[in-house]
Nanobody, 122 residues
């Protein structure tokens, strides 16, 4: 069993930055970790993901070049640094883990956090 707790969300002006954190408890060795977001009235979507080793990352086009995902396995924590934030980045952000390879489909992730809200004002 893996538990995930997100933090770092908040209200920020357009152009600003936030760093989201996801602390995992339990055994996450060999788990890929991903960040997802869900805006009101929209489906949950993949934002960024990272393999267990941290050697491979993948980003949605919507955040590519503005965001960096990283992980500290010693702390069992994954981070999402988001820069140049836009109002369309406003959403609830979730982290999730799955055993195995990094994928973008939400349905293939095994454990989810409760989410942290990000609001970007124009």
């Amino acid at each position: 069993q893996v538990q995930l707790v997100e933090s770092g969300g908040g209200l920020v002006q357009a152009g600003g930055s936030l760093r989201l954190s996801c602390a995992a408890s339990g055994h996450t060795s060999s788990y890929a970790m991903g960040w997802f977001r869900q805006a009101p009235g929209k489906e949950r979507e993949f934002v960024a993901g990272i393999t267990w080793s941290g050697g491979s990352t993948y980003y949605a086009d919507s955040v590519k070049g503005r965001s960096t995902i990283s992980r500290d396995n010693a702390k069992n924590t994954v981070y999402l640094q988001m820069n140049s934030l836009k109002p369309e980045d406003t959403a609830d952000y979730y982290c999730a883990v799955r055993r195995g390879s990094l994928v973008v489909l939400t349905t293939l992730y095994d454990y989810w956090g409760q989410g942290t809200q990000v609001t970007v004002s124009s």
